[in-house]
Nanobody, 113 residues
Framework: QVRLVESGGGLAQPGGSLRLSCVVSGMIFSRSDMGWYRQAPGKQREVVALITTDGRTTYADSVKGRFTISRDNAKNTVYLQMNNLNAEDTGVYYC???????WGQGTQVTVSS
């Protein structure tokens, strides 16, 4: 059974930082591209950042220079370091594997003063 479990969300102040983690089990993590997505209230889910099996990264324009995606194949974990957060970053953050499309349950990120 494949499981993706996110953690690290919470409340942050504008300008603050959070680090999300997604632990994957039940699949060969090193062979899977991984991504972070988010869904803000009333909006569609959107891609935030992607990382390939060989470490190439892609970011949404809205997070470039502020967010960093990384992976640790030894720990079957993908991370999202989020710096200089703003209110528009509020939403539920999900990790997803590719090409075998599995989703985690999501972790809430709220940016508010």
């Amino acid at each position: 059974q494949v499981r993706l479990v996110e953690s690290g969300g919470g409340l942050a102040q504008p300008g603050g930082s959070l680090r999300l983690s997604c632990v994957v089990s039940g699949m060969i993590f090193s062979r899977s591209d991984m991504g972070w997505y988010r869904q803000a209230p009333g909006k569609q889910r959107e891609v935030v950042a992607l990382i390939t099996t060989d470490g190439r990264t892609t970011y949404a324009d809205s997070v470039k220079g502020r967010f960093t995606i990384s992976r640790d194949n030894a720990k079957n974990t993908v991370y999202l370091q989020m710096n200089n957060l703003n209110a528009e970053d509020t939403g539920v953050y999900y990790c997803k594997s590719s090409p075998w499309a599995y989703w985690g349950q999501g972790t809430q990120v709220t940016v508010s003063s």
